[in-house]
């Protein structure tokens, strides 16, 4: 999230295993249509090139969290500052897993786009 918030790469993509990865929606969405995910640091870096570098700000909000051995489950409200002027909200799911030593293999996002988009105003 810290790298997220402080726009990053270079931390955001060294947080990962080398085969990490996110699904952020999990599933098809417009970055990843056939919904494999981004694994592999070359792919999360096009992930961010694509759908977190545009993107203005990010502020989290985290209202419960449920943690099992090497993986979390969050559940919040993330607010995207768009480019034009715009603010969204995702409320979701996001589950995370580290390895042994601490990086993460994967995170997976449980939210709806049509659901963000009713949320969408302006600054």
């Known amino acids: 999230m ?3 918030a402080i ?7 060294s947080l990962y295993a080398p085969s990490g990865g996110i699904e952020d929606p999990v599933g098809p ?17 096009e992930f961010w090139d ?20 090497c993986e979390a489950a969050n559940v ?20 995370y897993k580290v390895n042994a030593e601490g990086l993460l293999v994967s995170i997976r996002t449980f939210w709806e786009l049509e659901r963000a988009m009713k949320t969408m105003r302006e600054r």
């Not at 726009?7 to 993509?13: E, L, T, W």
């Not at 969405?29 to 870096?45: I, N, Q």
């Not at 694509?50 to 099992?68: N, Q, R």
């Open 2 to 4: 810290n790298a997220l």
């Open 29 to 45: 969405s417009l970055y990843d249509p056939a919904g494999e995910g981004h694994y592999g640091r070359d792919r999360l870096s």
């Open 50 to 69: 694509k759908a977190i570098e545009p993107i203005g700000s990010f502020t989290f909000v985290i209202s419960d969290s449920f943690v099992s051995g």
């Open 7 to 13: 726009k990053n790469k270079d931390d955001y993509v």
């Open 76 to 95: 919040g409200k993330v607010t995207l500052s768009l480019g034009d002027g715009q603010i969204m909200d995702a409320e979701g799911v996001f589950h």
